[in-house]
């Protein structure tokens, strides 16, 4: 029998656009094992972008390790859950994009 690769599986995958053209792309993998920049052993990339621009990324490719992408300037991120990876991603796309909804007038 041939040797076969484990393959990651994919565990999330959304694509929203928002009501002023912006998009939004959130996909996460399960990795077949951790790895040392992945010590968690998922693979995520979270986008929002407006008219091809990225205003926010949070991902972890190869090499890099957990990491963000905000207002054109890369940080390190610390990895604690996809619940709160999506949590603070969702934050800055709402202060970043202007969807903060204590400033909604009545």
Known sequence: MPYMAARATLLLQEKLEMPDGAIVEITV????????????????????????????????????????????????????SVRRLREEFWKDVMRLGGYDASEEKT
């Open 29 to 80: 993998w399960r990795l077949p094992r951790p790895t040392p920049d992945r010590p968690h052993g998922l693979k995520y990339r979270l986008y929002y972008g407006r008219g091809g621009k990225c205003l926010v990324r949070y991902d972890n490719e190869a090499g890099k390790g957990d990491h963000r992408h905000v207002g054109g300037r890369e940080q390190p991120y610390r990895f604690v």
